[in-house]
């Protein structure tokens, strides 16, 4: 006796166009919001327009970077620290950077100073969550990174900070004035460590570059913490990626 097909086959079909149109219509979706995007550079997120666009948000007149479109008391608060800086500063150069990553308006500005023993250079950040209007924290960027303040100051620690076994010269604790051989300073890493971590969510600044995500840290600031040292050279930042996005 033949089996019955036509019911089967007929459901199986209804149940193949079925998923085929439902595809398709996820993959057009897809498609036209990435065209709207990179076309008109806007996106509706919860009634919400946002711009990828940075001069929907920031616009340069003379050397001051001014936000619109943002928080008035944070366009406010970024243009007075970029007054402070210039104001009471001899500055030699100015180099700014910006950009929207993941709905965040990220802007670094890096000033060069003219000072007494050499040059050096003053860095202010500013990163926007344009969804909610409101600053991200350094611990949320640290979060977006999978990091921490601890892994940082480690990182720190182990490349700028520990003394190489062949240093012919005694150290001395910038906090307590004990005087150190290396191995004894080497030996309390640990305790640097630690000292550097509670240091760093008051000096550290990061930002998002080229959809990676950057700090930036004054060496004299990690000194302070732990061990003297000449101060033309402290004068330096460490600048480093600490992720991809």
């Given at each position: 006796?033949?089996?019955?097909?036509?019911?089967?086959?007929s459901s199986k079909r209804i149940i193949l166009v079925g998923?085929?149109?439902?595809?398709?219509?996820?993959?057009?979706?897809?498609?036209?919001?990435?065209?709207?995007?990179?076309?008109?550079?806007?996106?509706?997120?919860?009634?919400?327009?946002?711009?990828?666009?940075?001069?929907?948000?920031?616009?340069?007149?003379?050397?001051?970077?001014?936000?619109?479109?943002?928080?008035?008391?944070?366009?406010?608060?970024?243009?007075?620290?970029?007054?402070?800086?210039?104001?009471?500063?001899?500055?030699?150069?100015?180099?700014?950077?910006?950009?929207?990553?993941?709905?965040?308006?990220?802007?670094?500005?890096?000033?060069?100073?003219?000072?007494?023993?050499?040059?050096?250079?003053?860095?202010?950040?500013?990163?926007?969550?344009?969804?909610?209007?409101t600053i991200v924290t350094n611990e949320e960027l640290l979060?977006?990174?999978?990091?921490?303040?601890?892994?940082?100051?480690?990182?720190?620690?182990?490349?700028?900070?520990?003394?190489?076994?062949?240093?012919?010269?005694?150290?001395?604790?910038?906090?307590?004035?004990?005087?150190?051989?290396?191995?004894?300073?080497?030996?309390?890493?640990?305790?640097?460590?630690?000292?550097?971590?509670?240091?760093?969510?008051?000096?550290?600044?990061?930002?998002?570059?080229?959809?990676?995500?950057?700090?930036?840290?004054?060496?004299?600031?990690?000194?302070?913490?732990?061990?003297?040292?000449?101060?033309?050279?402290?004068?330096?930042?460490?600048?480093?990626?600490?992720?991809?996005?």
């Amino acid at each position: 006796m033949k089996k019955k097909k036509g019911k089967n086959s007929s459901s199986k079909r209804i149940i193949l166009v079925g998923t085929m149109m439902i595809c398709i219509i996820i993959s057009m979706s897809t498609y036209w919001i990435f065209a709207y995007k990179n076309k008109y550079g806007y996106l509706h997120i919860n009634d919400k327009i946002i711009s990828y666009k940075v001069s929907d948000y920031a616009y340069v007149d003379g050397n001051i970077i001014y936000l619109k479109n943002i928080d008035n008391k944070i366009a406010n608060d970024f243009k007075d620290k970029q007054l402070d800086i210039i104001k009471n500063n001899d500055i030699i150069d100015i180099r700014m950077d910006s950009g929207i990553y993941n709905n965040i308006l990220s802007i670094a500005i890096s000033y060069v100073i003219a000072a007494d023993l050499a040059n050096y250079e003053e860095v202010l950040t500013i990163n926007v969550n344009l969804k909610t209007d409101t600053i991200v924290t350094n611990e949320e960027l640290l979060n977006m990174a999978n990091t921490s303040y601890k892994e940082i100051a480690t990182s720190i620690y182990n490349e700028y900070i520990a003394l190489p076994t062949d240093f012919k010269y005694k150290v001395t604790d910038s906090i307590t004035d004990e005087e150190m051989t290396v191995a004894e300073f080497n030996n309390n890493s640990e305790k640097y460590i630690i000292r550097i971590r509670e240091k760093l969510p008051d000096i550290m600044k990061l930002y998002i570059k080229d959809n990676k995500i950057y700090y930036v840290v004054r060496m004299n600031e990690i000194n302070k913490v732990c061990y003297y040292t000449h101060t033309d050279i402290n004068m330096n930042n460490i600048t480093k990626e600490i992720a991809e996005l």
